[in-house]
């Protein structure tokens, strides 16, 4: 009798996403004469950029030539790329990250989610509320929680509460966790943590021995120059932390698929009589059992980012979309919002009037302004009373949509 992965049957609801979807999709159909603007899953509008163009052609030639057609290339990812990213993400900033603890793979998303393999059952594991669903639901599915509570949260995790109140930077727990997932600039709140707070973290990791799972998929959208684009600023980091970045949301490649995750040498963890391991070496076991790479004219294409012409067009698609976002603070903020995020990050996190309900608020605007948002609950409890709007949108789009919601107040 085959058996199911229980763990499975403890997932509270489908994921937020797809859920959006369905219930747009009902609208949509019930009212073909309504025009929807999607501002609500964190997917880019603009187009990859003539460099990134070209050497994606010049990869995509180059596989139909017998003298220079790649077939299986190394999984942890082409040295070309690896040593791109290690001048130019993090040498060019004083950090030290070498190119061979650098794992080109499809996706953050998949990386956050993956990375518990190589850690057991019985690790503790700490996430912030509101925060990427990702972080808990692959929790839930390693098998590492009891079942879901009334207040919503799963027993087993330890949930780091992100509020107004505190800025949206959690405190350290009381309860001591393995396993730290933190996710700055934020996703959904768009908040960013300084030099100092992430410090915190560090020593506490250190402390503690607990390893942070840092997910920087946007640290591009840093305007500030004083917050840190990596916990790798940190002094003691590469003791105690992953991180994680991709260039879905930087330079466009949520259709092309491209991110990367950095696991220091010196980080170690620890078998159940206390031996130090390191991290780097089971991952890439992981890596290479179950991953075959990203394919070659995508990580050609990748690699033009990191050109001078390359940086240049991607840091104006980043301007585009920053822009998106303080025309939208600007605009829900004239129209009496309460508003967070926006400067730092590409989300615009909104408090929903009069204390309604997140989803509530969702089907006001999709209803009455035909404008698709997030709802903070689909976040975590914490976030129900929140809305969370994307700035990767059409400029045209944004102030319609803006328009239309100033029209509702």
């Known amino acids: ?21 369905r219930r747009v999709n009902e609208f949509v159909l019930a ?17 990859l950029t003539p460099t990134v163009i070209k050497a994606f052609h010049e990869g995509v030639e180059e596989m139909a030539d017998a003298g220079t057609f790649k077939g299986y290339g190394p999984e942890q990812g082409y040295e070309f790329l690896r040593k791109a990213i290690s001048e130019h993400a993090f040498k060019s900033r004083g950090i030290d990250i070498p190119a061979d603890d650098i794992f080109i793979s499809d996706g953050s998303k998949c990386d956050t989610g993956n990375i518990q393999e190589i850690f057991g059952n019985d690790n503790k594991i700490a996430i912030c509320d509101p925060v990427y669903p990702v972080y808990a639901d692959t929790t839930v599915m390693s098998g ?31 309860e001591t966790p393995d396993l730290i997932f ?4 934020n996703n959904p709140t768009g908040a960013v943590a300084t030099k100092e707070e992430l410090q915190k973290w560090v020593e506490y990791a250190t402390e503690h021995k607990s390893i942070i799972l840092f997910d920087a998929a946007y640290e591009a959208f840093i305007q500030d120059e004083s917050i840190p684009r990596s916990i790798f600023e940190i002094e003691g980091a590469k003791n105690v932390a992953i991180e994680f970045r991709s260039l879905s949301k930087t330079a ?6 491209l ?57 104006q698609t980043v301007n585009y979309y920053m822009e998106n976002a303080h025309i ?13 995020g926006g400067d730092n990050a590409p989300y615009i996190w909104v408090k929903t009037p009069a204390g309604m309900k997140s989803w509530d608020f969702f089907d006001k605007m999709l209803n009455e302004a035909n404008v698709v948002g997030t ?24 102030l319609e949509a803006m328009d239309r919601i100033r029209k509702l107040t």
């Open 31 to 47: 009212n073909p004469d309504k025009r929807v603007i999607r501002m609500g899953i964190g997917d880019v509008t603009q187009p």
């Open 144 to 174: 590492k929680t009891g079942k879901i509570q009334d207040n919503g949260y799963y027993e087993g995790i330890i949930y780091m509460p992100c509020t107004a109140e505190n800025n949206f930077i959690p405190e350290l727990p009381a």
């Open 328 to 340: 939208m603070k600007e605009s829900l903020k004239e129209s009496g919002y309460t508003v967070f």
């Open 375 to 398: 709802p903070g609950s689909g976040f975590g409890p914490a976030g129900e009373g929140y809305f969370r709007f994307s700035a990767f949108a059409n400029r045209q789009n944004v």
């Open 259 to 315: 991110a990367y995750t950095v696991i220091p040498a010196e980080l170690m963890a620890y078998d159940e009589s206390g031996k130090p391991v390191q991290v780097k070496k089971l991952w890439n076991r992981r890596h290479t059992t179950k991953f075959n790479g990203v394919s070659y004219p995508v990580q050609k294409a990748a690699a033009a980012i990191f050109t001078v012409e390359g940086k240049k067009e991607v840091e």
């Open 1 to 21: 009798m085959a058996r199911i992965n229980e763990s499975y049957l403890k997932l509270a609801a489908g994921y937020l996403f797809p859920e959006i979807g």
């Open 252 to 257: 466009g490649f949520t259709g092309t698929r």
């Open 182 to 185: 933190l996710c700055y600039p």
